[in-house]
């Protein structure tokens, strides 16, 4: 019913950017927290970073001052920019959402893109 697709991932050099989007499409009535989570080998899954629909931010120490999220509303689409990466950054990075759609509020989640950096 509601689908996210991720794009943006890929393998850069400690130091690099990487820019990370996620579309969200389907029957969507509104849309209220997005966000971004990374899990690691051997970690636990880590939220990253989230915005509400009114633009108000929430970051992991890890990232603060390195990664930005952000939000189109009219494309239903999030965003995050992430500076000077590290290596201790390399993750599978997946979009989170909370939509409402025709029967309620959902949570949907993306499939993940492959975020690696080398050293």
């Known amino acids: 019913q509601v689908q996210l697709v991720e794009s943006g991932g890929g393998l850069v050099q400690a130091g690099g950017s990487l820019r990370l989007s996620c579309a969200a499409s389907?029957?969507?009535?509104?849309?209220?927290?997005m966000g971004w989570y990374r899990e690691a080998p051997g970690k636990e899954r880590e939220l990253v970073a989230a915005i509400t629909s009114g633009g108000t931010t929430n970051y992991a120490d890890s990232v603060k001052g390195r990664f930005t999220i952000s939000r189109d509303n009219a494309k239903n689409t999030v965003y995050l920019q992430m500076n000077s990466l590290k290596p201790e950054d390399t993750a599978v990075y997946h979009c989170?959402?909370?939509?409402?759609?025709?029967?309620?509020?959902?949570?949907?989640w993306g499939q993940g893109t492959q975020v690696t950096v080398s050293s």
């Open positions: 389907g029957n969507i009535f509104s849309i209220n927290i």
């Open positions: 989170a959402t909370n939509v409402e759609v025709d029967s309620g509020w959902y949570d949907y």
